[in-house]
């Protein structure tokens, strides 16, 4: 039987890359109908994909452009100085959100009129500090993208008619923790080009990373048959030099300690990270470039 020899590591990089099945989370489905009074569409900027953001040009009705409004709220009837009701503290939300200083009182007051006034401005239309049904379109907040547009220039739409339906689009993943993944380290999420930390609670909602996740296969499967989870590519976000040993160079004390031994017997604390295809990934507490093998032929232990 051949005896305890000595074999060179190799240095390695581990990244403890490896897939988890993440469980997607959509947001909810809505119709999206017209605000305002009907007529002849002459103009849209409805597009499947895109996020209807406060203040866009979402379409022009008998050609008058009638902007964006996203609120919590659903707005159903105008809005001016000394009106109240819960449909003035959406529209205060929302103004607060887009970085304007007001107080959500729910009563339409002056600081109400200028964020309104602001928001018209930026949208290049006439700064009334008014929300009117006939120059705004009402989208709901929080449905994400677009999914489909229900009506284009040309057509003629009604009050109360379908514009678009937005949402039924991804917008967060609970990524399973694995097993074998290293306590105390720190995993990230990665898609093609985006890389977003996890968390403690293992949920990602970046918004990048859910576009990136949305156009894969792997997704489309899912949409199909939505059972299991998606593939999701986790790795670690500090990779660590490690080196690579035969299984039998290492003295295990426990999962993720023991030693390997050197010539003269001395012995060399290790770190296991994890073992593949042949392959003990190992963190030496001092560099080494040389072990024996077979370890268990030399010492019984790393005490």
């Known amino acids: 039987m051949e005896g305890p020899r000595a074999v060179p590591v190799t240095e390695r990089v581990f990244d403890d ?3 988890v099945a993440a469980v997607p989370e959509l947001s909810r489905e809505v119709s999206v109908v017209l605000s305002g009074p009907g007529g002849m569409v002459t103009a849209s900027s409805c ?8 203040g866009d040009h979402l379409l022009s009705v008998d050609g008058v452009v009638r902007i ?19 449909d003035v503290e959406g529209l205060q939300r929302a ?40 120059r705004v379109q009402w989208v709901p907040a929080g449905v994400g993208a677009v999914a489909s547009c229900e009506v284009g220039v040309g ?6 008619s379908p514009v678009l339906v937005a949402g039924g689009t991804l917008v967060g993943l609970s990524l399973p923790g694995a097993e074998g993944e290293l306590p105390g380290r720190s995993y990230v999420a990665v898609a093609g080009e985006v890389v977003v930390p996890i ?10 990373l859910m576009s990136a996740v949305a ?7 899912w949409v199909k048959d939505p059972v299991g989870g998606v593939a999701v590519l986790v790795r670690l976000a500090e990779p660590i030099a490690a080196i690579g040993i035969p299984p039998s160079a290492v003295v295990v004390s426990d999962a993720r300690t023991g030693c390997v031994v050197l010539g003269g017997e001395q012995t060399v604390a290790v770190e296991v ?24 032929k030399v010492t019984a232990s790393c005490g």
């Open 199 to 208: 968390g403690a609670d293992r949920r990602v909602t970046d918004p990048a």
């Open 273 to 296: 990270l994890a073992s593949e295809l042949g392959t003990v990934f190992a963190v030496p507490e001092r560099p080494v470039d040389r072990v024996i093998v077979p370890a268990a």
């Open 17 to 19: 890359a490896h897939t």
């Open 155 to 160: 057509l003629a739409i009604g009050s109360g």
């Open 68 to 86: 964006a409004v996203v609120t919590d709220v659903p707005l159903w009837r105008d809005l001016g100085f000394g009106m109240e009701g819960a």
């Open 47 to 54: 597009a499947p994909g895109a996020v209807v953001k406060a």
């Open 95 to 134: 103004l607060v959100e887009q970085g304007n200083e007001l107080s959500v009182s729910g009563r339409y007051g002056w600081d109400t009129v200028a964020a309104v006034e602001a928001m018209q401005d930026a949208a290049r239309v006439e700064p009334t500090g008014r929300i009117a049904l006939d």
């Open 215 to 221: 156009a894969t296969t792997a997704f489309a499967e």
